[in-house]
């Protein structure tokens, strides 16, 4: 759990821009974690996130659990609409960072419209 907790620590403290570094530790990370189970992914999951990195991503981390959640990838601005066209037929949340920490907030498919 070390190995997990130390590099996103050293990122969280350092890193202060959108840079691929912490990408990379988002993958390096994905690694660790499939890694510890073979409950952690499937097929389909897997499939999701070679796509997204296929398409560009710097890397990406599953949220969620229990047969439900969303694959979220880290990249660059230039990149998102090959990584959103890539995996057109999933449902796309957009995000974005603020330093105001995790809020609740009501997300329905019609705002996409």
Known sequence: MQSVYFPGYQVTVFCHDSSPGFGRLLHDQWLIKRGMSSQITNSDIDRIYETGMKAGAFGGKLLGAGGGGF???????????????????????????????????????DDLV
């Not at 998102?80 to 949340?93: D, H």
């Open 71 to 109: 694959m979220m990838f880290f990249a660059a601005p230039e990149r998102q609409a090959a990584i959103k066209s890539a995996l057109a037929k999933l449902l796309y949340v957009p995000v974005r960072f603020d330093h105001l920490g995790s809020q609740i907030i009501y997300f329905s498919k």
